[in-house]
């Protein structure tokens, strides 16, 4: 983790009196929040969304699956181009073993 910024902001306690949470609580469900929304925008990776949220990247995954969300997001001409890849890197990969 690089320098950090501590940031202040102000709730009024009726909010966290209506939630029937804590302070760390708040913060730590508003944080982690924060992370899902900027990740589904894209606006922060997977590794960036997870240590915002104070996660490693499997709990952040695991927490992203609990919501429905989709850690891989790809549309068909990607997928097609990631098999055509996978494709080509076999049959290279076949062909050197026969050469060796």
């Known amino acids: 983790m690089g320098k950090v910024a501590e940031l202040k902001i102000a709730v009024d306690e ?3 009196v209506s939630l029937k949470e804590g302070k760390q609580k ?11 929304t900027l990740y589904r925008k894209r ?3 997977l590794g960036k969304a997870a240590e915002l949220a104070g996660l490693d990247r499997i709990d952040f995954i695991r927490k992203l ?11 068909d001409e990607m997928i097609d181009e990631m098999i055509e890849g996978a494709r080509k890197a076999l049959k290279l990969s076949r062909a050197q ?3 060796a």
Not at 65 to 72: L, P, S
Request: no cysteine; net charge negative; hydrophobic share 40%.
């Open 97 to 99: 073993q026969k050469h």
């Open 65 to 75: 699956r609990d919501e429905g969300e989709y850690i891989f997001d790809y549309d």
């Open 43 to 45: 606006k922060l990776s």
């Open 26 to 36: 708040f913060v730590r469900e508003m944080l982690l929040n924060n992370a899902m």
């Open 14 to 16: 009726s909010i966290l």
